[in-house]
């Protein structure tokens, strides 16, 4: 993606725009179905109305939920929302109305804010720092944390669609613990994905979510637009539906290699709120003042890019059904052009072959020259990471290292005339090998993934 010297529209929307507020939430609780609305306001000119809604299902337990617990989850969900709205002119005031935040929490959002919006700020070519980009300030009641029964035999599952999810749910079904795998917004993969692991839809979690219409009208207005930090929307959505469900575990399925920038030397990171710096700061402040019942973690944070493709490998069922590419999907498809199908090709190139992976994608996207420069963000030649959910340049060249060392001539166009002899043979079992020492994983989940892993057979 190239850069927009937006920073000039930043400094003449926030002086035409100098608050946004916060303004109110709602909920209720009709026939087992939770619809919750969140009302924000930019200038009290434009008014925002976003809103989710919990389909109705017959584990959930609102009879022995409080309604201060029910809404303080609420509210917070607000709180990550309003982000996404809140870019549209960056206004340096924010109101929190509906209650009375600490210190604490309000350098918690700003950090959340700011570093989810990295991105943002980069391809718009906006200057500004943490300190600066806003001030927080609340009204209202503060809400207090509680305590609620939850099963240390349940986990509830996010699934997306992607390889990771598939990983996760399948390996921790294995486990014996009740399983309840979670969708927001569900796609036809994430629904394949979650029927293809053997479960059903009405006993899983379906969260549909709805962006005010305004704010897509202000983006072809030519309002700022760009990336969200949406895992950190995800954490306070699934948390609930947890809560609901009575789970005391939630498992991610973010690796270890998305703690690394995507800009390198800073800390413009696209997937952010995918790292363990944010999951230990989510679990940090969801324990503080919103119920220290939940243990919220990623099951895959030990493990590279290459040991969940090697894993995937293992579950045929989820081959041909699974998708990653987010640019095909609305129709269902690999668009075969972007990052994410290119990266998906590679990284599994070592453990399903060339001529399945060709089937999948429904061509050899390493013989695809118009790919070269993504080719070259992925491997590390260009400067800056692809901002997509991709890996390390060191995993990405281990893998086009075995695929080349190990293709049959000739060699796809991607790979001509590009030497592989600093990447050893030896880089992929050693990144095969490894294990991030850096996670929240429960010691009984963390048995199950190392156990997973000795089934892994690489030559």
Same mark, same amino acid.
């Given at each position: 993606m190239s850069v927009v010297q937006n920073h000039s529209k930043f400094l003449n929307l926030r002086q035409k725009y100098q608050t946004f507020e916060y303004h109110s939430y709602s909920f209720k609780v009709n026939n087992g179905v939770l619809k919750a609305e969140f009302t924000f306001l930019l200038n009290d000119e434009i008014i925002f109305h976003p809103s989710i809604t919990i389909e109705k299902r017959s584990f959930y337990r609102f009879d022995k939920l409080s309604d201060s617990l029910l809404k303080n989850l609420v509210f917070h969900i607000g709180m990550v929302e309003l982000i996404s709205y809140w870019k549209a002119a960056c206004p340096p005031k924010v109101i929190i109305k509906p209650h009375k935040l600490t210190g604490e929490q309000v350098l918690f959002w700003k950090k959340l804010y700011f570093n989810g919006l990295g991105e943002f700020f980069y391809l718009n070519g906006i200057v500004t720092s943490q300190d600066d +980009?806003? &001030?927080?300030?609340? &009204?209202?009641?503060?809400?207090e944390p509680e305590r609620t029964p939850l099963s240390s035999e349940a986990v509830l599952v996010p699934v997306g669609g992607g390889k990771d999810s598939v990983v996760t749910l399948q390996l921790l079904k294995n486990a014996g613990d009740k399983v309840i795998p979670m969708a927001l917004n569900p796609r036809e993969a994430v629904v394949r994905s979650i029927e293809n692991a053997g479960f059903t839809m009405e006993n899983s979690i379906v969260v549909n979510r709805t962006i005010d219409q305004k704010l897509l009208e202000l983006n072809n207005r030519g309002f700022l637009n760009g990336h969200t930090p949406f895992s950190a929307l995800l954490a306070f959505v699934t948390s609930l539906t947890a809560v609901l469900s009575g789970a005391k575990y939630i498992a991610l399925s973010n690796e270890s290699s998305a703690n690394e920038s995507t800009i390198p030397g800073s800390n413009i990171n696209h997937q952010y709120s995918k790292s363990f710096e944010f999951e230990k700061d989510f679990t940090n402040y969801f324990s503080r003042y919103i119920t220290p019942e939940v243990h919220y973690f990623s099951f895959l944070r030990p493990l590279n890019e290459l040991q969940i493709g090697a894993l995937f490998s293992l579950l045929s069922?989820?081959? +041909?059904? +699974?998708?990653?590419?987010?640019?095909?999907?609305?129709?269902?498809?690999?668009?075969g052009h972007c990052s994410k199908c290119l990266f998906t090709r590679i990284i599994l190139g070592p453990f399903l072959g060339d001529d399945k992976l060709k089937n999948i994608f429904g061509k050899e996207l390493l013989d695809d020259k118009s790919l070269q420069t993504l080719f070259d963000e992925l491997t590390g030649v260009a400067n800056v990471k692809p901002f997509e959910c991709v890996g390390t340049p060191d995993e990405v060249n281990a893998a086009v290292s075995y695929i080349a060392q190990n293709h049959v001539a000739p060699l796809p166009e991607l790979l001509t005339g590009v030497s592989y002899n600093k990447f050893a043979r030896s880089a992929m079992f050693n990144l095969l090998k490894a294990f991030n020492t850096e996670h929240n994983l429960p010691e009984k989940y963390l048995s199950v993934l190392k156990n997973s892993l000795k089934k892994i057979s690489f030559d």
């Amino acid at each position: 993606m190239s850069v927009v010297q937006n920073h000039s529209k930043f400094l003449n929307l926030r002086q035409k725009y100098q608050t946004f507020e916060y303004h109110s939430y709602s909920f209720k609780v009709n026939n087992g179905v939770l619809k919750a609305e969140f009302t924000f306001l930019l200038n009290d000119e434009i008014i925002f109305h976003p809103s989710i809604t919990i389909e109705k299902r017959s584990f959930y337990r609102f009879d022995k939920l409080s309604d201060s617990l029910l809404k303080n989850l609420v509210f917070h969900i607000g709180m990550v929302e309003l982000i996404s709205y809140w870019k549209a002119a960056c206004p340096p005031k924010v109101i929190i109305k509906p209650h009375k935040l600490t210190g604490e929490q309000v350098l918690f959002w700003k950090k959340l804010y700011f570093n989810g919006l990295g991105e943002f700020f980069y391809l718009n070519g906006i200057v500004t720092s943490q300190d600066d +980009f806003m &001030e927080i300030v609340s &009204e209202g009641s503060m809400l207090e944390p509680e305590r609620t029964p939850l099963s240390s035999e349940a986990v509830l599952v996010p699934v997306g669609g992607g390889k990771d999810s598939v990983v996760t749910l399948q390996l921790l079904k294995n486990a014996g613990d009740k399983v309840i795998p979670m969708a927001l917004n569900p796609r036809e993969a994430v629904v394949r994905s979650i029927e293809n692991a053997g479960f059903t839809m009405e006993n899983s979690i379906v969260v549909n979510r709805t962006i005010d219409q305004k704010l897509l009208e202000l983006n072809n207005r030519g309002f700022l637009n760009g990336h969200t930090p949406f895992s950190a929307l995800l954490a306070f959505v699934t948390s609930l539906t947890a809560v609901l469900s009575g789970a005391k575990y939630i498992a991610l399925s973010n690796e270890s290699s998305a703690n690394e920038s995507t800009i390198p030397g800073s800390n413009i990171n696209h997937q952010y709120s995918k790292s363990f710096e944010f999951e230990k700061d989510f679990t940090n402040y969801f324990s503080r003042y919103i119920t220290p019942e939940v243990h919220y973690f990623s099951f895959l944070r030990p493990l590279n890019e290459l040991q969940i493709g090697a894993l995937f490998s293992l579950l045929s069922q989820h081959h +041909f059904s +699974f998708r990653s590419c987010n640019v095909g999907s609305k129709t269902d498809s690999w668009c075969g052009h972007c990052s994410k199908c290119l990266f998906t090709r590679i990284i599994l190139g070592p453990f399903l072959g060339d001529d399945k992976l060709k089937n999948i994608f429904g061509k050899e996207l390493l013989d695809d020259k118009s790919l070269q420069t993504l080719f070259d963000e992925l491997t590390g030649v260009a400067n800056v990471k692809p901002f997509e959910c991709v890996g390390t340049p060191d995993e990405v060249n281990a893998a086009v290292s075995y695929i080349a060392q190990n293709h049959v001539a000739p060699l796809p166009e991607l790979l001509t005339g590009v030497s592989y002899n600093k990447f050893a043979r030896s880089a992929m079992f050693n990144l095969l090998k490894a294990f991030n020492t850096e996670h929240n994983l429960p010691e009984k989940y963390l048995s199950v993934l190392k156990n997973s892993l000795k089934k892994i057979s690489f030559d």
